[in-house]
């Protein structure tokens, strides 16, 4: 090794004894910067991670590799000194792996040298270092095949031209074996064995972040296959001229069988999948806990299908092995549960046939164009999931992300498809248990706990009620098949220390039918299992179907795999400039039941499981109460509002408005400021710009910096709560500031989620149109007082009732009005009203819960128009993709408020969840620049090195001849 080491040496440092070494290496970091920032125009994808650098890599590698392995074995051949080389003591096979690592080494060096590039992004952006790492080790090891592949070649010929040639050709026919436009090509199964043929295919499945054995093996291999060939071609060498003999067939013998198991250990690792090391940040290319759990509660085969087309769209063929692999670790980590299946409907018009007809899977028209022709292929690109009766399926829209950057550019890639395929899981899964009873998925015992007066102490209404309610538990009893347990307690029995507790722990108080029956009574109903305890609220319907589904819905709250259900208040949508949330709505009701409710009859839905406020006006005293009290119950609010109301249109106008919550939230412990945040850290705005081209006035949209557009990101990001700290960026819209009570409450914990920057002032002006004539950075003038916002909090705990000790809004009888004479019948509206009409209907059931239990939680965003379609289509015009960062924080907040962490937990896996820091063209060349400047001082650094070995060198050698 000693042997090897010293020809490495010697080798390395012969590389710079000319200039060339430099000549190639400064062009390979221009030309690889010229297309980082310039072809793949890096500030406009608007992605911290550093793709563009390693894509066009295997290419770069080719053209590099080739020029400084040219000269190995060619020039010695061409000068005669190759004789002297193989009758030299050291072995051939020294002399070999010698110049192998020294050209490695030099390669290496290059690698080294665009380190900058990923530091640089780094301090733009949170990047992912996981894939970068894989990028490095990925060019290192194809480096290493290609460097193989050039001895070799170089070792064929004497001439160096002809071995540049010879490995361009060969590497080049490496490559394009994996190409998209061959596999796109045949396709099937051809094109599958191409891939795996091919370098660059392998080459992209490391830069992905995960390190498979079998890409490792794959360039270890090609190293191994013409580091063989390179050591027989000097062995023929030495023999050339003489007869065969038997140590030459023997010499072809081993060469043969080298080569050979090189290439059949490929096909055995080939079916090994396990051995692989994802290292992106949130493992996002491996199968989480939470896919595993809910893989775990399949009773019934679950089938996973997929259709995809051989011939499809060429930018959605790469992407089609990578859900294919996904799928095939649902089906090992499935244990034999899940049946996973590929077929290509094209092939078979009687599954097509069935595809559509029972599944309405079509195949979608693509258009496909290059210089030549254009051409409309329709191809399959969806998944199946069915189980038991009920199916879910899965298109390229669900699947597939397109971003655009730049005019005719697309960049197609997956978004989170383990995320997609474990929610229409869980969705079957929960329709299907959902025919069934909750406690087929409850592990444990469930107890009910009623809190109630004699019936002699009881409003007549409620006495029934009582004989109702044994009625239900007993039917639940037998339902449960020993799972769930009932007792009663009146809490006056014992002189009053039951109510002190149950004051205390729950907030329950006596409670009163009416004014004109002030007899005061408890009536309270709770479940408790394995430490949880939910309140099941008294239904509006005081009769059986209405109590049971009133426990129903309290036991499946309980019982995991049953769809939640979220209660949303929001504003009418009335004219054409109303607020909207449509896609907020979308993106909601994929993973819970959504119920809209306006809160007008002092009552929250009886099976909401968390209460969504978007933009609340002028809520009156009713509908507080219902907010109220449904916290008092130990419920969830997610409270999107602000002091200001926004109107998106051809332009932006801005007035005060009252949400009705002020004085609740002050009562809480939380204020909303009657100003706006401004932030130097915004987001763009797309603004019309009027310019001359030519003479002629044109309008032209241009993305400017908007300070009303806070963007949130790294130290602005809680990251120790599951809400944001997988969001990476998200931007707030005209917000407010929250002011938090100073008071200390040891029995609430306050968790801030978002905050503005440093440089962030306040303003309550109203006028939102920028000045940029004026205020050419900022479009408005900047406050002389700055300091970080709190935009965004969570609050979880005990809380007291706004109403605790006052009447009940509800208990408050309404002015009678004599009804005016019709002749037209009265219509009941209301779809869940009882049979009674209203002049015969028992006056409500009134009480006030005075405290919450523990698990109350209070989430607040300080804009009203958080995700609002408008919003949310002004941001994606910006960025060219479309924009879900508030979809995501409020799916998030939902899964956290309702203990779901399963799905939370793999959307933060996300993928496209990493954006750069807002800059102005100015900014962007001044990293560009910064770059290229990099790049020069590490070539002058390298040759400084050079310099200094050879100068150590040569007074090495002056002392050795010094002492001769």
Same mark, same amino acid.
């Given at each position: ?100 690592? $020294? =050209?490695?080494?030099?390669? /290496?060096?290059?690698? %080294?040298?665009? @380190?900058?590039?990923?530091? +640089? #992004? !780094? ?116 023999? $050339? =001229?003489?007869?065969?003999? /038997?140590?030459?067939? %023997?010499?072809? @013998?081993?060469?043969?069988? +080298? #080569? !050979? ?704």
């Amino acid at each position: 090794m000693a042997e090897t080491l010293r020809i490495t040496r010697k080798e390395f440092s012969g590389f710079f004894a000319s200039p060339a070494a430099f000549l190639f290496l400064g062009a390979f970091l221009a030309v690889t910067l010229f297309i980082v920032f310039w072809v793949e125009t890096f500030f406009a994808r608007n992605l911290a991670d550093v793709r563009p650098l390693f894509h066009w890599m295997p290419v770069l590698l080719i053209f590099l590799v080739a020029s400084l392995t040219m000269r190995a074995w060619s020039e010695e051949r061409r000068s005669g000194t190759l004789e002297s080389l193989l009758t030299s003591p050291v072995a051939p096979w020294q002399l070999v792996f010698g110049k192998f690592f $020294a =050209g490695l080494a030099l390669v /290496a060096v290059a690698l %080294l040298l665009t @380190l900058p590039l990923p530091i +640089t #992004v !780094a301090e733009l952006g949170p990047l992912d270092w996981g894939p970068v790492f894989g990028g490095y080790v990925a060019a290192l090891f194809l480096a290493a095949a290609y460097v193989a592949i050039g001895l070799y070649m170089s070792a064929r010929t004497d001439n160096p031209i002809v071995a540049l040639i010879l490995t361009v050709v060969v590497c080049g026919l490496f490559y394009l074996l994996g190409s998209p436009t061959l596999t796109t090509l045949f396709g099937g199964p051809v094109g599958h064995l191409l891939a795996l043929i091919g370098s660059g295919s392998r080459f992209e499945s490391i830069t992905r972040g995960v390190l498979d054995l079998r890409d490792l093996y794959y360039y270890l291999s090609i190293v191994g296959v013409f580091l063989a060939l390179n050591l027989f071609a000097l062995e023929r060498l030495r023999w $050339a =001229g003489n007869p065969t003999t /038997a140590r030459h067939r %023997l010499w072809f @013998l081993l060469v043969g069988l +080298t #080569v !050979a198991n090189f290439v059949a250990a490929n096909l055995w690792l080939d079916q090994i999948t396990w051995a692989r090391a994802d290292m992106t940040r949130g493992h996002i290319y491996s199968l989480s806990g939470a896919t595993r759990r809910y893989l775990g509660e399949l009773q019934e085969p679950l089938l996973i299908r997929g259709y995809f087309s051989a011939k499809t769209h060429p930018l959605l063929a790469p992407l089609v092995p990578q859900v294919k692999d996904l799928l095939e670790e649902y089906a090992v980590a499935a244990k034999g549960h899940v049946r996973v299946e590929f077929v290509d409907p094209h092939d078979d018009p009687q599954l097509a046939e069935q595809a559509a007809a029972k599944y309405a899977i079509k195949p979608v028209p693509f258009q496909v164009a290059n210089r030549y022709q254009s051409s409309v292929v329709s191809s399959y690109f969806d998944i199946l999931i069915a189980y038991g009766d009920q199916y879910q399926v899965l298109n390229y829209r669900d699947l597939v992300e397109v971003k655009a950057r730049g005019e005719g550019d697309l960049e197609v890639g997956l978004k989170n498809p383990e995320y997609a395929i474990t929610r229409s899981i869980r969705k079957v899964l929960n329709a299907y248990q959902a025919g069934g009873s909750p406690f087929e998925t409850l592990r444990k015992p469930v107890h009910f706990e009623g809190y109630m007066s004699p019936d002699a102490r009881l409003p007549q209404q409620l006495v029934a009620l009582r004989k109702e309610l044994d009625a239900v538990l007993a039917e639940l009893k037998q339902e449960s098949g020993g799972k769930f347990t009932a007792h009663f307690q009146d809490p006056d029995a014992d002189g009053g220390n039951l109510a002190k507790t149950l004051k205390h722990d729950y907030g329950f108080s006596p409670q009163v039918a009416s004014l004109l029956d002030p007899q005061p009574f408890w009536f309270y109903m709770l479940l408790k299992y394995n430490g949880q305890t939910i309140q099941v609220p008294l239904p509006a319907q005081l009769n059986r179907a209405a109590l049971k589904r009133s426990l129903e819905a309290a036991l499946q709250r309980l019982a995991p795999g049953f769809l939640k259900t979220v209660a949303v208040v929001k504003p009418a949508a009335y004219g054409p400039h109303a607020q909207r949330y449509s896609e907020l709505s979308d993106a909601l009701s994929a993973n819970t039941r959504l119920e809209d409710t306006d809160l007008k009859n002092g009552r929250v839905p009886d099976d909401a499981d968390l209460l969504l406020l978007l933009a609340p006006d002028a809520l009156d005293e009713k509908q507080i109460f219902a907010v109220d009290q449904f916290l008092m119950q130990g419920g969830s609010v997610v409270l999107a509002s602000s002091p200001f109301s926004i109107e998106v249109t051809d332009s932006l106008s801005a007035h005060r408005h009252s949400s009705g919550l002020e004085k609740w939230l002050k009562h809480n412990g939380i204020s909303i400021g009657e100003t706006m945040v401004l932030d130097p850290q915004d987001a763009s705005l797309p603004v019309p710009v009027r310019r001359n081209l030519g003479g002629l006035p044109i309008n032209e949209i241009r993305m400017l910096p908007y300070p009303h557009f806070p963007d949130i990101r790294a130290a602005g990001l809680n990251a120790n709560n599951a809400i944001t700290a997988s969001l990476g960026q998200i931007t707030l819209n005209w917000v407010s500031p929250i002011v938090l009570d100073d008071k200390p409450n040891k029995e609430r914990k306050v968790t801030p989620l978002l905050r503005s920057s440093p440089g962030s002032w306040l303003s309550g002006d109203l006028n939102l149109v920028p000045d940029y004539r004026v205020w050419p950075k900022t479009g408005f003038k900047p406050g002389a007082k700055r300091g970080a916002q709190l935009l965004a909090v969570a609050v979880e705990g005990r809380f007291d009732s706004y109403f605790k000790g006052a009447e009940s809004p509800l208990a408050k009888q309404p002015d009678k009005v004599a009804p005016a004479k019709t002749d037209s019948k009265t219509v009941n509206t209301d779809a869940k009203a009882d049979e009674t009409s209203p002049a015969e209907a028992p006056p409500p059931i009134t009480n006030v819960i005075n405290r919450s239990p523990e698990s109350s939680r209070i989430i607040l965003v300080a804009s009203d128009t958080f995700a609002d379609d408008a919003v949310l289509n002004l941001a994606s015009e910006g960025l060219g993709t479309r924009y879900t960062r508030p979809l995501d924080f409020l799916q998030n907040a939902i899964d956290w408020s309702l203990e779901d962490r399963g799905l939370l937990g793999i959307r933060s896996r996300a993928q496209f969840a990493r954006t750069l820091l807002p800059m102005d063209r100015s900014t962007q060349m001044f990293w560009e620049y910064l770059n290229y400047a990099l790049a020069l001082l590490g070539l002058l650094a390298v040759g400084l090195v050079r310099t200094w070995a050879r100068r150590n060198a040569q007074r090495r050698y002056r002392l050795i001849l010094a002492e001769v």
